[in-house]
């Protein structure tokens, strides 16, 4: 039985976006040991430091660490060319649910109603343990640390599932196929959690209808759970 990692991570809600998206990487333990890591390895050694840490937004900005990319337009072409090669020749499914935060406590007060984050994370659950019964396999959560606070909000909630189950699924399905859950900081230079930020980026970007940049679309799209299926019901899904 294979075994599986699922690495979240989650947008911010800004004056240009105004979702929050819950989202990252499905990916088999041995996909990501034998190929995930040494195409992405490959990537940052082209920028000179095999141990720099991906911020996807200053990639694409070419900023801090990633500065070096502006004065090399052939370094440049090679990271990216790599990138693309290195994501596109990894097998990888991408999960995400999405919410318009302002909308939804507009029409669903705080007081009365759930937390619009543990809504998210609640679909999540459901459309990995789809993919894992599907597989016949059982996966772990691995989540991009937050505050202290809200890491214990969420390992609460998913505790309160545990014992309950969600809308759809049994509490036994949850303890069946969901082995751990754990936390881990940026500093740690996961390299999962790091293309579940490069993931979730360019999610929000195609919901929002923005311009998607040096064709990561292209590649990731079809790594979307659902993909020429139903995207919207397993891989993007808009809650409100």
Known sequence: MDEYILFLD??????YNPYLLLGGIVISRKEYKNTLIPNILKCKTILGNPYIIFHYTDIIKKQNDFSCMCSDPNM?????ENLRIGLKNTNFKILSSYIN????????PKTISHDSYELLFSTIINNYIHFLFKNNSR???????REETQNRKIQQYYFHILKHGTNIYQSN???????TTSFLVK????????IADLTVYNCIRYINRDT???????????KIYGYKDDIETYGIVKLF
């Open 212 to 222: 998607i940049k040096h064709n990561i679309w292209n590649i990731i799209e079809p």
């Open 173 to 179: 399905a949850i303890d069946n196929y969901i082995t």
């Open 187 to 194: 500093e740690e230079n996961c390299i999962g959690l790091q």
């Open 10 to 15: 989650e947008s911010s809600v800004t004056k």
């Open 101 to 108: 935060v302002k909308e939804y406590n507009k029409e669903f």
């Open 76 to 80: 440049c072409h090679d990271f990216w």
């Open 139 to 145: 996966g772990s959560i691995i989540f991009e640390a």
